[in-house]
């Protein structure tokens, strides 16, 4: 059977960056002071997507994110890597969304695309760590949800079985289509690009992107390719384009907020050097295991 794949991708400042600039006097991230990256489990979850898309013929892999207009960037590395195509949120409403606020929006596009079989995304974002967004979205769409997923082990006659992390060990689950899956940074990471599709994609812009090419009137490059060939146009959803509540939206919808941020340096306050001798890894072994450090 083929399928129809959703993946929920995001961009993300990199938390390996972070500075005293990172947070806005609002509480919100300042992502113009970070450099902005693929949000590392989402590739994990492509990964699972691309290799559904491989074993069922005729399969479609979809890309939906939310951010701003360089977000598209993101949806150019799913194609990249062998995605179908892609949408991108985009509004000045959304500015600000917490998880509530996102799941919202995300869940508001998928009802807009309409037809789907799978739903699937990254157990966490590394600028939130919560771990809460996809299981938001599954309950918004009232669909079942099978989260810290490590490998999708087959789709067969409307089932899914899939292998997930538990503490000390995994287990085997199955659930019935369609469904929405969050996937683990332990699960297979994710194939390089495609010296082909970057070859095919890689002038694909969204609108946002157009007009900043264009400003003061330079003429955009390559301007005929878009007409001629439309996947090199990558579709932006607003607002009102999902039929979304604005004030579900953005900060307005967004009840979680950052008092505070603190950037902490761990210093070694005194060091012990040891040899390889049993006596030494002896009272090392006990001091570790009186403080609790281990044991």
């Excluded at 300042?30 to 492509?46: G, V, W």
């Excluded at 607003?238 to 939206?249: L, M, R, T, Y």
């Amino acid at each position: 059977m083929s399928l129809k794949i959703i993946v929920l991708a995001k961009q993300v400042p990199d938390t390996r960056n972070v500075g005293k600039d990172a947070m806005k006097e609002d509480g919100t991230v300042n992502r113009a002071a970070l450099p902005a990256i693929f949000n590392p489990e989402d590739l994990n979850a492509l990964e699972q997507a691309l290799r559904l898309k491989e074993k069922h013929p005729g399969s479609t892999v979809t890309i939906l994110t939310m951010g701003p207009g360089r977000a598209a960037e993101i949806i150019r590395e799913g194609l990249f890597r062998g995605a179908d195509d892609g949408y991108l949120l985009t509004d000045r409403a959304f500015a600000g969304a917490d998880t509530l606020a996102t799941s919202y929006a995300l869940s508001m596009a998928i009802r807009k695309i309409g037809d789907f079989d799978v739903i699937i995304g990254g157990r966490q974002a590394i600028d939130g760590d919560t771990a809460q967004v996809g299981p938001q979205v599954a309950e918004k769409l009232g669909l079942t949800q099978v989260t810290y997923a490590e490998e999708i082990l087959e789709i067969k006659d409307g089932r899914i079985t899939v292998k997930r992390s538990i503490t000390g060990g995994v287990e085997i689950v199955e659930g019935r289509l369609p469904i929405v899956i969050t996937v683990n940074g332990s699960a297979a990471s994710c194939r390089p690009r495609n010296a082909r599709l970057i070859q095919k994609y890689k002038r694909a812009l969204g609108a946002q992107e157009k007009a900043e090419l264009t400003k003061e009137g330079r003429t955009l490059p390559y301007a005929e390719r878009y007409g001629k060939y439309p996947y090199l146009n990558i579709k932006e959803w607003s607002v009102a384009d999902v039929n979304g509540d604005v004030k579900q939206c953005g900060l307005s919808g967004s009840p979680t907020k950052v008092k505070a941020i603190q950037n902490i340096v761990f210093q070694a306050k005194e060091s012990k050097t040891i040899t390889s001798s049993d006596k030494d890894v002896e009272e090392l072994i006990v001091e570790l295991l009186s403080s609790h450090a281990i044991g």
